[in-house]
């Protein structure tokens, strides 16, 4: 897993200490693929680390985000978090409000928006879409 490594490897040459939990936590995340909370993150490392605490696991996700490691989204209020996809360039993602499954999108809306925004200076944006993938879709479909 390359995407993998280059993740430790940015974590080793951070500022935060390389602890034997914060690695099995990245590893978690990697080896998902797909954006999952805190909570989710407590449940996969419950049996290695019972008694961790959702403040240590949401305060370590917010400082792998800061550092690339992990991308993050919100959905209904409550912040998510999935391994880097890898991609360097500008991209945005589709994300299942079900299962967590995000699908990267290949074009970006904010060229429909330039023209009407005259001279203004774009410093950020984001851009997401949000509902089921095709799997949680056809089990919906046929419950």
């Known amino acids: 897993m390359p995407l993998l490594k280059e993740a430790l490897n940015l974590l080793e040459d951070s500022d935060l200490k390389m ?3 914060r690695v099995r936590m990245v590893e978690a995340l990697y080896n998902e ?6 909570k989710e993150v407590k449940e996969i490392l419950k049996e290695d680390y019972p008694g961790i605490s959702p403040d240590t696991i949401y305060r370590n996700l917010h400082s792998f985000s800061t550092l690339s490691i992990l991308e993050e989204t919100e959905i209904s209020g409550e912040k998510y978090f999935r391994a880097h996809c890898g991609v360097d360039s500008h991209h945005h993602h589709f994300i299942c409000t079900e299962c967590g499954h995000s699908e990267e999108l290949t ?4 060229t ?6 005259g001279d203004s ?3 950020s944006h984001r851009f997401e879409l949000f509902g089921l993938c095709e799997d949680c879709a056809q089990k919906q479909m046929s419950e």
Not at 112 to 117: E, R, V
């Open 33 to 38: 693929d797909r954006y999952l909370s805190a």
């Open 19 to 21: 602890t034997e939990r």
């Open 107 to 110: 074009t970006c809306p904010l």
């Open 112 to 117: 429909l928006f330039k023209d009407q925004l």
């Open 121 to 123: 200076k774009i410093t």
